[in-house]
């Protein structure tokens, strides 16, 4: 078990604890309608005495009315439970998903707030009731050996029988029910990534194309959900059809008994009784087996999950990084194991401004990425100023970064609040971050695009910047970027999107950022950019093919460039 889920569990004990000693006094006064019915036929009719049974029915009123509030408490103090493993494991499993690498166990992770929800919901409802009062069937059958030995045999037989079935459910539903819910998170996954991109499927006609196959996905989900429901449902019968014949067939044998003067008549109804309560536990196991193999199946995803995190461990508080960096054989490998980049080695001095160039699907914004500590290397080292990337807090060095990827990323929320990297959600002074996000925007060359806006700064953007255009969104994206301030400006593309006038005051954002010391390193297709370059650095197949002085990479270029050029021969028109 991972140590974190260890410990949310452990903040959670004292509500399992006392669950647990509310359900032993439960199945105690469970006891009482069985007392009540002896009493009535073996003390109240053969004497009628009113009295009596008007004591022994108070006595069953005030056990019922206790067992219903204490059952009432076990459920609530089940669901506080699950509640405070939430607050207990939410935030983590958000950050480890969060901080995964993107390009590894991504579709994993993107499940794991819905199976943490599973489980929860597992922990509170009718299956853990079961299991808290499973420990109470030995005890009930004992009581059975009470009443008389045949009721007893009777009683185990029912229980053996009604756990192989529950053994025959776990083997023809187990596999099929883990294929299935593999099957839904894919399905899910795949139907929120077509709806967050509905604009994109109805303007390029692939309506029909989606939704045939999200359909096909769904067919093969309901397939694999049927058939360990049918597989299961036949269990769940027989388990009952058990349970109900072996519990008339307790009358039958307390009837034989008290035929023959070994029962008293009380207990005919007794048997019936105890036999139906030892099964029950057992019988609702297996009527909610599909949640505890649901649940069965997001405890081991979480405890993968929390596993593969790295540890939170308290780094010391580096000061803010002048800009200088290094990387030391640098490699990053893909899912199926294919490099992407291949021992990548270069180093930036403070204030300058690095063009990473290169034919498309040659590693640049892997590059980026990686250096933006957006994807986790499998190899080498990136240091900052000195220290490996791993040495500083994430939080903290990327508060002095600033990274705009080539999709701009944005998220649900007002346009400030983006810019300002949503540092309104931790409690900031908000007049500070309204002066910071509208002196990032001006730098951004945003201010005047933003406040043209019928909302302005606090216009409200749908999933991924839905509301604004290419351009507009890039130009957010790239204030968000410059926020604060940083001290290392990644940028991937920035000009991808914008038109002439854009590109000349991203020429001018930068020309401002390189005066105030800002490292600059930017993905450019572009020579518009070229002027405020100090050096280039050329990626080919995943490998730095050349970098240097932009002036003598340039040289270097032209000269290869009339090498290969064909040498024209006289004569030739």
């Known amino acids: 078990m991972n140590d974190t889920i260890r410990s949310a569990l452990q903040a959670c004990r ?38 009596t049974l008007y004591m022994l029915t108070l006595v069953l009123l005030v056990g019922l009315v206790t067992m219903a509030a204490l059952d009432t408490l076990r459920s609530r103090l089940l669901v506080r439970a699950g509640v405070r493993l939430d607050a207990q494991l939410a935030h983590t499993i958000l950050e480890s998903t969060l901080g995964r690498p993107s390009q590894r ?64 459910n776990e083997n023809v539903t187990r596999a099929r029910l883990q294929e299935a819910n593999q099957a839904a998170g894919l399905a899910y996954s795949d139907f929120e990534t077509m709806v967050a991109a509905g604009d994109v499927v109805r303007a390029l006609g692939m309506r029909d194309a989606m939704v045939s196959g999200h359909l096909a996905q769904r067919a093969q989900m309901m397939r694999l959900q049927t058939e360990a429901s049918l597989a299961s449902s036949g269990v769940t019968a027989t388990s009952k059809f058990v349970r109900q014949f072996l519990q008339s067939l307790a009358l039958g044998v307390g009837a034989l008994l008290a035929i023959d003067g070994k029962i008293s008549p009380g207990a005919i109804f007794a048997s019936m009784f105890i036999v139906g309560r030892a099964l029950a536990p057992i019988d609702q196991m297996v009527g909610n ?194 926020f604060r301030g940083p001290s290392i400006l990644i940028l991937d593309e920035p000009n991808s999107n914008l038109d002439a006038d854009g590109d000349q005051e991203l020429l001018q954002c930068l020309h401002q950022a390189k005066a105030r010391g800002t490292t600059v390193l930017l993905v450019a297709h572009r020579m518009s950019m070229m002027p405020i370059v100090d050096g280039l650095l050329i990626i080919q197949e995943g490998r730095v093919a050349a970098y240097g002085p932009r002036d003598e990479i340039l040289r270097k270029i032209n000269a290869q460039k009339t090498v290969s050029a064909p040498t024209p021969q006289p004569g030739v028109a």
């Not at 669950?19 to 009493?39: E, G, K, R, T």
């Open 14 to 51: 004292r509500h399992f604890t006392t669950a647990i000693v509310f359900s032993a006094l439960v199945n105690l006064l469970f006891i009482v309608p069985m007392l009540y019915m002896l009493q009535v036929y073996e003390r109240v009719v053969p004497t009628r005495g009113h009295t």
């Open 105 to 168: 166990g991504q579709r994993g992770a993107l499940q794991a707030m819905r199976e943490f929800d599973t489980l929860r919901q597992a922990m509170t409802g009718p299956a853990i009731l079961a299991v808290l009062d499973a420990p109470w069937v030995p005890v009930y059958i004992l009581i059975a050996f009470l009443l008389h030995p045949w009721i007893g045999v009777l009683c185990v037989v029912g229980a053996v029988l009604v756990v192989l079935l529950a053994v025959r």
């Open 289 to 482: 087996w599909r949640s505890i193999i649901q649940a069965r199946g997001a405890w081991t995803s979480l405890n993968d999950l929390l596993d593969q995190s790295p540890p939170d461990i308290a780094l010391t508080q580096l000061p803010r990084p002048q800009g200088r960096i290094e990387v030391e054989g640098l490699h990053v490998v893909s899912d199926d194991g294919q490099p992407i980049l291949q021992n990548i080695n270069f180093s930036v001095q403070p204030g300058q401004v690095i063009a990473i160039v290169g034919p498309s699907g040659a590693g640049k914004s892997t590059l980026v990425r990686t250096l933006a500590g957006a994807t986790i290397p499998n190899h080498g080292v990136i240091r900052f100023d000195g220290a490996d990337q791993r040495n500083w807090d994430p939080q903290r060095l990327a508060e002095h970064v600033g990274y705009m990827p080539q999709e701009s990323a944005l998220f649900r929320g007002s346009i400030k609040e983006n810019i300002a990297r949503f540092r309104n959600r931790m409690g900031e002074d908000p007049g500070q971050i309204d002066t910071d996000a509208i002196a990032a925007a001006q730098i951004a060359g945003a201010h005047e695009l933003i406040q043209r806006l019928p909302g302005g700064y606090d216009q409200q953007l749908g999933p991924g910047g839905r509301g604004l255009s290419a351009g507009q969104m890039q130009r957010v994206a790239l204030a968000r970027a410059l």
